[in-house]
């Protein structure tokens, strides 16, 4: 709070034993600088996290009006659902700004019902870089269908990554909107997606192999490193 002019927060607390009361303290502490640009929140993990702990999260990422690049990682956080993904839609939304986002969701209660809210947000920011990690959760062909239809017109976007492993209920509709979606968007440099234990057949996995894009991973922030 005696330093309102921070631009750049970055903090990790994945695996760790930080509690429920220690988390909203942080974000008591962060509501107040309003003059963020980076700002990156991991709580992979934290088993004693609640829902509105959470929706706190969102409440102090809506605060930043200047924000460029956001970093949530709530991967295995049991009590996130379509609740939290609907008021960090809402915190992003009309956020200019915002030219990198990375939401990590791995094992979580996310739902095609939540995803399509933000995909709705996602549509209006002028992103060049989307991580969407959304592993383990019930996110099926119909959120990604509409990620890929509101991605087809982002000419800044030049790096999508999508991680889909073990969604049950991704099917070879999946790949084929990809596909799609690389072949009209030309502006994707840089594209990885990981299809692991789900429904796409292994012909589909060639084809989307066939035309995925080359990847660096040296300026991302993922749980873990997949192969399809």
């Known amino acids: 709070r005696r330093q309102p002019g921070i631009e750049d927060i970055r903090l990790g607390f994945g695996d760790t034993r930080i509690t429920n009361g220690g988390v909203e303290k942080l974000l008591l502490a962060i509501a107040d600088l309003q003059r963020v640009k980076q700002f990156s929140f991991q709580l992979k993990g934290c088993t004693s996290l609640t829902e509105e702990r959470c929706l706190q999260l969102a409440d102090v990422v809506a605060c930043m009006p200047s924000l460029e690049f956001l970093s949530l990682g709530l991967d ?12 960090i839609s809402k915190a992003i939304a009309g956020k200019l700004s915002l030219g990198k986002l990375h939401l990590l969701l791995t094992e979580t209660q996310v739902t095609d ?23 383990m ?65 292994p012909s589909e996995k060639r084809r989307i192999l066939s035309i995925q894009r080359a990847v660096s991973y040296t300026h991302l922030t993922l749980p873990t490193i997949y192969s399809v």
């Open 76 to 87: 295995k956080c049991q009590l996130v659902g379509d609740r939290t993904l609907d008021r």
């Open 113 to 135: 019902e939540g995803f399509v809210e933000l995909v709705k947000e996602i549509a209006e920011l002028p992103l060049s870089a989307l991580t969407l990690d959304v592993a």
């Open 137 to 201: 959760t019930a996110v099926s062909d119909v959120g990604t269908w509409r990620l890929c239809e509101a991605l087809v017109d982002k000419p800044l976007l030049s790096t999508f990554i999508l991680n889909l492993t073990s969604c049950r209920d991704v099917t070879d509709g999946t790949v084929a909107s990809l596909i799609d979606l690389l072949r009209i968007n030309k502006t994707i440099t840089t594209a990885l997606f990981w299809l692991m234990s789900t429904k796409v057949t």
